[in-house]
């Protein structure tokens, strides 16, 4: 089982390199991919070792639009011509035998999946945009953490951070009937959180974030999500909080050690959340229904469309800080 991947060495060198995918099992599926979605935290987290999932190299996509070409003996709820969407590969080896970590590997051209796993495929509904949903991890994590959350209708909520994922908490946060202000320091994130529901947008580098919330709510947020992921903006998110109120640590903030202010999070006798992972196969499934009834507009996000041959260069390109215009990528294969 052999295809091409996106494969990124230590020293952040990306390159498209024949691989080989190794064997498929009776429960596996061969699948030729279409679309992979671009996480731009969450895989430059793992390229610039804030995450580690393992060695280098590395291929690092883990949510991907695929048809299958070959199913396994013993599979029986797949069939081949059916399109999926899936998180992973089984292994991925270069030509010269150096085992790749995919984490996930859906930066590939094929894929070995094994349906019986906790990211294990699904069949994608026929009325859902297979580009859009090739993005489809991202509103997942989100739909998790707001339902961890509890966010209700009328609740006050903070979201800072309008990358993927605090858009897809925008768009969570207004389906369930909740009042939103959005945060970020890109004209463009802000423009789609409104597009996505917000009712009102904060740019973080014009505005005085802690006057422009209180202006708002002088009390504060009913639930503050921080969806930077950046550790440094910790205490800023949780001044916007009230008294009782929740704090969602959305965002990944990789495997080394957070400072927050106890003192500002004690006062205001904060519930803190810390969703984890995109919500497993019910966050799944609800995202696809969203997609299908347009009440989430995926697409409306793609600012990137990239050929998979072009693909090295355009994560170079984001790994040199050079690509704030970037939204929603997808790599076309």
């Known amino acids: 089982m052999n295809g091409k991947a996106l494969v990124c060495t230590e020293d952040q060198t990306f390159s498209m390199q024949d691989v080989s995918l190794g064997e498929m099992g009776p429960e596996d599926l061969f699948v030729r991919t279409r679309y992979s979605g671009v996480s731009i935290g969450t895989e430059f987290a793992l390229i610039r070792k804030k995450l580690r999932w393992g060695g280098f190299p590395i291929c690092t996509g883990y949510q991907a639009i695929g048809v299958i070409e070959r199913v396994g003996a013993k599979v029986k709820e797949f069939q081949p011509g059916r399109t999926i969407y899936f998180r992973n590969t089984k292994s991925i080896t270069l030509s010269d035998g150096t085992n790749v970590s995919p984490v996930a590997g859906t930066h590939c051209s094929h894929a070995v999946v094994a349906p019986s796993t906790t990211h294990g495929p699904a069949l994608l509904p026929a009325d859902v945009d297979p580009e859009a949903a090739s993005l489809f ?76 919330v209180r202006d708002i709510a002088p009390d504060g947020a009913d639930v503050v999500f921080e969806s930077t992921g950046v550790g440094s903006l910790i205490d800023q998110a949780i001044l916007l909080a009230r008294l009782g109120g929740k ?87």
């Open 137 to 212: 991890v991202m509103p997942a994590v989100s739909l998790y953490g707001t339902d961890m959350a509890g966010v209700g209708m009328g609740d006050l909520v903070v979201v800072q951070g309008a990358g993927l994922i605090g858009l897809g908490t925008v768009a969570a946060c207004a389906l369930r009937g909740a009042e939103v202000i959005a945060i970020d320091v890109i004209p463009a994130r802000l423009e789609a959180a409104r597009m996505l529901g917000a009712s009102y947008c904060i740019h973080a580098g014009k505005q005085d974030v802690l006057q422009a």
């Open 247 to 333: 704090f969602v640590f959305q965002g990944n903030f990789g495997a080394g050690r957070i400072h927050l202010t106890f003192l500002e999070a004690h006062a205001r006798q904060l519930r803190a959340f810390f969703p984890c992972d995109d919500g497993y196969i019910p966050a799944r499934r609800a995202v696809m229904r969203l997609l299908a009834s347009g009440a989430l507009p995926l697409g409306k996000l793609i600012t990137h469309r990239v050929p998979a041959e072009e693909s090295p260069a355009f994560y170079d390109k984001i790994n040199r800080n050079q690509a704030d215009d970037v939204l929603g990528a997808v790599i076309v294969w």
